[in-house]
């Protein structure tokens, strides 16, 4: 059996090499043209960036290095992470000995701790788990070895042995803020020999949460762990890591991407759009409410929230995977109910409005109810665990991006006036 580092060791020789050929044979092909509408809209669409660890077709939704989702969520987040940085699931000898280095870094120095209690009592909990990444930037093994002089082709061991340090603590640190920030007693030690998700459950103090906690817990890991490079999170991520900060710095830049509420905050925002749709109707609403609700929302001007997507153009298939576990196991939720009934009215209200082009549900649409059922209603909290998952993506990303001796990211802007000479030069 290979150990990860040499499994990776391989694996980096032979994507060196294609990168290699695929530039010397191909370097001035031309791949996409930018117009202005994509310059305007936010690079919608324009490809740029290569990202090997999933794609997102519009069509089908996430896929993990060529697997797609459905066919992954029995597994645990340890071997999706495997998936991610090698492209292959690992064999239960080759998950030991990759768990093993997520296992080994389980404690969180207590410095962290003392930054987070000094922390206003009504931070925001995505602030905390930023704050607690970047301030563990000091014991940066990939920064310690680049101040000593490492060579280029090593850049990406240690990018990978900060991702262990970080993956083994953050969930020590997530279960910590929840219990800080949320007054649920004394801080829990991790056990020494448990998996990423078991421990994480023990951690929160829910171990005794009734049956299929721990199975939605590891769903949540798996299900939000990539999603190609281009969202913000990824590409925040991508971009700052490009400069050779390392992992600390651009995790926890990237995460701060995830916090807006358009990405990441999506899930706490959605489920207190559909509480709020259940105590304004006293219970699980009737199709016509959840209509009448929907119309008042978007005249408000905001958003429905886990609805459309800027890839997407079908129902996510993370959605789905959380409908199939709601309908398992709380479907009599009015909570749960709510997103069902919203399922069936929001894409044809969404549908009749010209300017959106995705009306299905994505991620967010289902997750937050599924926390609910089980007591967990600290809506604020929630991104925090699509984050916990979401570093899983991002740090592989990176890793293969060190691998593959990726330039700093550095694409050009222009100015307005330069683009009213372009479009009338060639006029
Ligand atoms: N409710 C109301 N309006 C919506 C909408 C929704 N759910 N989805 C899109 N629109 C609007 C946009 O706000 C935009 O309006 P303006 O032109 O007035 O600004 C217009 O429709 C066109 O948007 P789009 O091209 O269809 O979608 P974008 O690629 O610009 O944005 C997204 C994608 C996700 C930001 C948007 O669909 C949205 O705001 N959804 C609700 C928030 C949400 O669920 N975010 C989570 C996404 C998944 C994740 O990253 O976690």
């Not at 949540?220 to 762990?225: E, G, I």
């Amino acid at each position: 059996m290979l150990s990860i580092y040499e499994k990776l060791s391989q694996k980096v020789d032979v994507w060196r090499a294609e990168g290699a050929e695929m530039l010397k044979n191909n370097g001035n092909f031309k791949v996409s043209d930018v117009t202005v509408s994509q310059i305007y809209g936010g690079m919608r669409g324009v490809i740029s960036l290569l990202c090997d660890t999933s794609e997102v077709p519009n069509d089908k939704g996430l896929i993990i290095r060529g697997t797609p989702l459905k066919e992954l969520t029995q597994k645990s987040p340890e071997e999706i992470f495997y998936l991610l940085l090698t492209g292959d699931l690992p064999n239960q000898e080759e998950l030991e000995e990759f768990s093993s280095h997520i296992r080994n870094n389980k404690e969180v120095p207590g410095y962290v701790w003392d930054v987070l209690r000094a922390l206003p009592a009504d931070t925001h909990p995505m602030v905390m788990l930023d704050t607690a990444i970047l301030c563990m930037q000091r014991e940066s093994v990939f920064a310690k070895k680049y101040d000593e002089g490492m060579k280029k082709n090593d850049y990406w061991k240690y990018t990978l042995e900060d991702a262990f340090n970080l993956i083994g603590r953050l969930p020590g640190i997530a279960a910590g803020i929840y219990r800080m920030r949320f007054n649920k007693g004394d801080l829990i030690a991790p056990v020494a020999d448990m998996d990423l998700t078991g421990d994480y459950v023990h951690m929160i103090g829910m171990e005794d949460a009734p049956k299929g906690f721990y199975e939605l817990m590891k769903l949540f890991l798996v299900l939000h762990s990539d999603h190609e490079a281009g969202n913000v999170s990824a590409l925040t991520t991508v971009v700052v890591n490009s400069a050779l900060s390392d992992l600390y710095y651009s995790v926890s830049a990237g995460l701060n991407g995830l916090a807006g509420p358009l990405h990441g905050l999506a899930n706490q925002e959605c489920i207190k759009w559909i509480v709020d749709t259940v105590d304004k109707f006293n219970g699980t609403p009737t199709k016509e409410q959840i209509s009448d609700y929907v119309t008042e929302t978007l005249k408000s001007g905001k958003v429905i929230p886990g609805y459309g997507h800027a890839v997407l153009r079908i129902v996510d298939p993370r959605f789905e995977a959380f409908l199939e576990f709601g309908k398992k196991y709380c479907s009599e939720n009015p909570i749960f109910q709510t997103v069902v009934q919203t399922f069936e009215v929001v894409p044809d209200i969404l549908k009749q409005i010209e300017k959106i082009k995705d009306p299905w549900p994505n991620v967010d649409a289902g997750s937050g109810a599924l926390l609910y059922h089980y007591g967990f209603k600290e809506l604020s909290y929630y991104t925090v665990l699509f984050a916990l998952s979401r570093v899983l993506g991002l740090s592989a990303q990176a890793v293969v991006n060190r691998a593959k001796l990726k330039p700093i990211t550095r694409p050009k802007s222009v100015p307005y006036s330069w683009l009213v000479e372009k479009v009338k030069s060639s006029s």
